[in-house]
C-alpha cells in the first residue's frame, strides 16, 4: 500500500520563504506530484519529479530523494494569493494511479 | 471550453436517493480518473478508464458506486442509495495519454450533499 505524510498546516510570512515536506512509503514508484488547491476549487499540477534532485520552475522548486522516499516544495517570495493547501502526490504502478497525501494547509500571512 | 467541466457542480440528495454525476474530460484525453474528497482531506482514487475501458475500480467504496464511460469520453459516476457518508467533493481528472508523467487536469468537482 501507500503512506503519504506531509503536515497539516503552516504558516508563513508574506515575502518569506516556506519549505513543504513530504515523505512517502510505496512500491513500484514512478514519480511524486505536487499540486496547489484553493479552498472549493479543484488541485492544479505544480510539479513532477521522477529523478533526484531539484527541479525550479519560477518562485516553486521541488526536490526529490527516492533513496530517503522524501520530498519537498519550496515557494519563495510567498504572496497572499500562494495560501492554499498543497498536495503530495505519489505515481506508482503501471498506469498513472496517483495517490495523494492529506494536503498542508498553508497560510500566509503580512 | 478548454478545461474538464463537472455537472452538475452542487448536489443535494436525501438518504436512499441514487445520484449521477457527470464529467467532460478535455478533448482527445486517454485517461480519465474519479477522486472522492472529504472536507480537510486530500482526493482518494475511486476509479480509473483509459478510453472507454474502466482498467482499475479498486478504489469504488461499496457496490452502490459505479461509473461508465461507454464512448471513451464523457464519463458518468453513479451511486446508488446515498448515504449520509457519501457527502463529498467528487473531482473528476482527465490526461493525454498513460504515460505517468503527464499530469492531470482537474475539473471543478461536485459537491454532494447527502441530507
Known amino acids: 500500500g501507500q503512506n503519504i505524510d506531509q503536515p497539516t498546516e503552516m504558516t508563513a510570512t508574506e515575502g518569506a520563504i516556506v519549505q513543504i515536506n513530504c515523505t512517502y512509503q510505496t512500491s513500484g514508484f514512478n514519480g511524486l506530484f505536487w499540486y496547489q488547491q484553493h479552498a472549493g476549487e479543484a488541485p492544479t499540477f505544480l510539479s513532477y519529479n521522477v529523478l533526484d534532485g531539484l527541479e525550479e520552475k519560477g518562485r516553486f522548486s521541488s526536490f526529490l530523494s527516492r533513496s530517503k522516499g522524501y520530498s519537498y516544495l519550496l515557494l519563495k517570495e510567498l504572496q497572499m494569493k500562494d495560501s492554499a493547501s498543497y498536495l503530495c502526490a505519489v505515481c506508482s504502478g503501471g498506469y498513472q494511479k496517483v495517490t495523494f497525501g492529506i494536503g498542508t494547509k498553508l497560510q500566509v500571512i503580512p | 471550453g478548454a478545461g474538464v467541466s463537472q455537472s452538475p457542480r452542487y448536489k443535494v440528495a436525501k438518504r436512499g436517493q441514487d445520484v449521477a454525476l457527470r464529467c467532460d474530460p478535455i478533448?482527445?484525453?486517454?485517461?480519465l480518473f474519479w477522486y472522492q474528497q472529504a472536507l480537510g482531506q486530500g482526493p482518494e482514487f475511486l476509479t480509473y478508464?483509459?478510453?472507454?475501458?474502466?482498467?482499475?475500480k479498486s478504489g469504488l467504496p461499496s457496490d452502490r458506486f459505479f461509473a461508465e464511460r461507454p464512448e471513451g469520453s464523457v464519463s458518468t459516476l453513479k451511486i446508488q442509495r446515498t448515504q449520509q457518508e457519501d457527502s463529498a467533493v467528487y473531482l473528476c481528472?482527465?490526461?493525454?495519454?498513460?504515460?505517468?508523467?503527464?499530469?492531470?487536469?482537474f475539473g471543478p468537482g461536485t459537491r454532494l450533499t447527502v441530507l
Open positions: 478533448s482527445g484525453h486517454v485517461s
Open positions: 481528472a482527465s490526461s493525454l495519454d498513460t504515460s505517468s508523467y503527464n499530469e492531470q487536469f
Open positions: 478508464f483509459q478510453n472507454e475501458a474502466q482498467l482499475d
